[in-house]
C-alpha cells in the first residue's frame, strides 16, 4: 500500500513537472516568435511583400459590421471599410465614446454611410436584442469583425453570471456569429466572418474549463484561453457552414499600441514603446480579409500580415486539444 501511495505521489510529480516544463516552453518560444514578427519592425519586414492593389478595391454597397469599433483596431477597421465606400456598422458598447468616433469616421473619410449600435457584448440578452434590432433593417450583412474584447486581470462575474473575459471574448462573439448567421447568408457567397483573435493563444492549449474555475484565476492566461477558443470556433464555424456561402477566417494583429493593451498590460506595453504596431497596422489584415476574393483565402484559417499562419508552436503539444471543440460548441450553444 505504501509503495502504491509513493508511485501515485510521484506519478503525479512528474505529470506536474511536465506541464511546467511546457508551459515554459510555450511562453519562450511565444516571446521569441513575438519579437521578432510581431512588433512593428515585423509589420515593416513584412510589408515589403504586400501588394498596394490589394487594398484598392471598393466595396460601394456592401454591410459591414465591425464590434468594438469605438477605439484601437476596431476603430481603424471602420475607418478603413468607410474609406473603402462601405455601409458601416459600429457596434460599441459606450454610446458617448461611439458617437465621437462615428464623427470622426464620418468627417474623415466623407462616407456618411456610417451608422452606430450602441450593444454590451459580455450581456447575451443585449445583443439578442440587438441582432433582433439589427434583423428589423432587413439588410444583408456582408463582413462581421469579431473585434471586441478585453483582458480583466481579477474575477469579475457578469449579472449573467459569467465570467467577464469568456463573456465578452468567447461567448459574445459566438452569441453575435451564430444570431447574424441569416443576415450573413443573404449575403452569401461573398459573406465573410473575421474574428480578431491574439498571438498570445499560442502559449495554450483549448480546454473545456471555458470560465477558468479550476486553478488560481489569472486574467492574462483566460484571455490566452479565450482567444485559442477563437481560432478553434473559426475552424468550426467553416466546417460547419460550409455549404452556406460563408467564410470564415481568424487573424491577430500583431502587438499593436491601442487603449486596451495600455490599459490591460501596462508593463509590456512600456517594456515595447515604440516598437509596437499603430492600430492601423495591426488592423491591416483585417481589412485585406475584408477586400479579397475569397477563392484566394483559406475559410477556417488563422491570418497574420497577408498570409495564412500556423496555429500552433512548434512543440508546444497544442494541436491535439483542439479535437474538444464539439464539445465547446454544445456547451455555447446551451448558454445562447
Not at 8 to 18: D, G
Not at 117 to 137: G, H, N, T
Request: charged share 20%; proline share 3%; net charge neutral.
Amino acid at each position: 500500500m505504501k509503495n502504491a501511495t509513493l508511485h501515485f505521489e510521484f506519478h503525479i510529480s512528474i505529470t506536474a513537472l511536465i506541464m511546467f516544463l511546457l508551459k515554459t516552453w510555450r511562453a519562450s518560444a511565444f516571446g521569441v516568435y513575438g519579437y521578432l514578427n510581431f512588433t512593428r519592425n515585423g509589420f515593416l519586414g513584412h510589408s515589403k511583400k504586400f501588394k498596394p492593389e490589394d487594398m484598392e478595391i471598393r466595396i460601394e454597397g456592401k454591410n459591414c459590421v465591425v464590434t468594438g469599433a469605438n477605439s484601437g483596431i476596431g476603430f481603424a477597421t471602420a475607418e478603413a471599410l468607410a474609406s473603402c465606400g462601405a455601409t458601416v456598422y459600429m457596434v460599441c458598447r459606450n454610446k458617448e465614446k461611439g458617437e465621437t468616433a462615428l464623427s470622426k469616421i464620418q468627417s474623415s473619410t466623407g462616407n456618411p454611410n456610417v451608422h452606430l449600435e450602441v450593444c454590451d457584448l459580455s450581456s447575451i440578452s443585449e445583443i439578442k436584442s440587438f441582432a433582433s434590432r439589427f434583423s428589423s433593417k432587413d439588410v444583408p450583412v456582408h463582413v462581421l469583425v469579431n473585434n471586441a474584447g478585453l483582458m480583466e486581470h481579477k474575477r469579475v462575474t457578469t449579472s449573467e453570471g459569467f465570467e467577464l473575459n469568456f463573456a465578452v471574448n468567447v461567448l459574445g462573439t459566438y452569441a453575435t456569429t451564430e444570431l447574424m448567421l441569416p443576415l450573413l447568408e443573404i449575403a452569401s457567397p461573398d459573406a465573410r466572418v473575421i474574428t480578431v483573435s491574439s498571438g498570445g493563444m499560442y502559449t495554450t492549449s483549448l480546454t473545456s474549463d471555458l470560465q477558468f474555475s479550476d486553478g488560481k484565476f489569472s486574467g492574462a492566461e483566460q484571455y490566452a484561453r479565450n482567444k485559442r477558443v477563437q481560432v478553434a470556433l473559426t475552424e468550426k464555424w467553416a466546417e460547419m457552414y460550409k455549404n452556406k456561402g460563408i467564410g470564415f477566417y481568424s487573424m491577430h494583429p500583431g502587438w499593436a499600441e491601442t487603449p486596451g493593451v495600455a490599459k490591460s498590460l501596462p508593463d509590456f506595453s512600456k517594456w515595447l514603446s515604440g516598437k509596437l504596431r499603430t492600430s492601423e497596422e495591426g488592423a491591416d489584415t483585417v481589412i485585406w480579409l475584408a477586400l479579397q476574393p475569397k477563392e484566394k483565402l483559406v475559410s477556417g484559417g488563422f491570418y497574420f500580415d497577408r498570409a495564412e499562419a500556423p496555429k500552433h508552436l512548434k512543440f508546444a503539444a497544442t494541436r491535439q486539444s483542439h479535437a474538444i471543440i464539439d464539445s465547446i460548441d454544445d456547451t455555447l450553444r446551451s448558454l445562447v
